[in-house]
């Protein structure tokens, strides 16, 4: 027990309890229940600190050593949530990764954004097997599409490298299933949309028949769909001319 360590991280104007024990690179987070606290998991922390983890519990506001929410104020499982992204923060722990941040983070920028060309500029959606991630279909000495030229690529990687790709993959692709409860959903201006004939996107269900029949129409009555057959899901660097041409005929008609 007198190797476990205590701390304590402010969230707000509230001082919260840590324990923590361990030095190891990956992290294991304990969290309690009622009325149990921090110490619920000693034995836990302890034999896997000895197995070479670093292993992190608290008090939630409001239990043991930690302050209470001001008067008036209850505790919330956002208030619970909220306080352990701030702790995670506090002591360095990156998040517990998605399986994409995970496949990414094992190759710099570059080799990864030179996968995604190489892979998402296919006919067929790419599909890893159970042992396999995304970026374990791209062989090192595959070539680059014709049309990505080496120093495009290495334009990408110098502009990701102060960025990089955790935000990145958030918006659009771990944005998908928010709900807006807009009051009018339809777009009502002229809108074109210019897509590769080749897109992998198209074998995803429903996308065919979203993007070549009327159904498209129901929420933007005004849209223009073009497909430039031989594209594929990159299509403006891949056919930069031919979309130049289509973007500026359907600027002149409506402005």
Do not use: C
């Not at 896997?48 to 008036?72: I, K, M, N, Q, T």
């Amino acid at each position: 027990m007198d190797r476990i360590e205590h701390k304590f991280v402010n969230v707000g104007d509230l001082k919260l309890h840590v324990a923590e024990i361990g030095s190891g690179g990956n992290a294991v987070v304990f969290l309690h229940g009622f009325p149990e606290i921090w110490y619920s998991w000693r034995h836990q922390m302890i034999a896997l600190a000895d197995a070479g983890f670093r292993a992190v519990s608290f008090d939630y506001r409001g239990y043991g050593l930690s302050d209470p929410p001001p008067p008036g104020n209850k505790a919330t499982w956002f208030d619970l949530l909220n306080d352990l992204l701030h702790i995670l923060d506090a002591l360095a722990l990156s998040k517990e990764p998605g399986r994409a941040e995970g496949d990414f983070g094992r190759f710099d920028v570059k080799t990864v954004v030179r996968n995604i060309y190489i892979l998402f500029s296919r006919n067929e959606i790419p599909i890893a097997n159970e042992n396999q991630e995304i970026m374990d279909l791209v062989e090192p000495d595959t070539p680059l599409p014709a049309w990505f030229t080496e120093e495009d690529l290495a334009t990408y990687a110098a502009l990701y490298e102060n960025s990089g790709l955790q935000t990145a993959l958030q918006i659009p692709y771990r944005s998908f299933g928010e709900v807006f409860n807009l009051p009018d959903p339809v777009v009502r201006v002229p809108a074109l949309l210019i897509m590769g004939g080749k897109d992998y996107i198209l074998k995803f269900p429903g996308i065919e028949d979203l993007t070549k029949v009327e159904k498209a129409k129901e929420l933007v009555p005004n849209l223009e769909v073009t497909f430039i057959p031989e594209g594929t899901h990159f299509v403006q660097e891949q056919f930069p001319q031919q979309v130049n041409q289509l973007i500026l005929d359907f600027l002149a008609k409506h402005i």
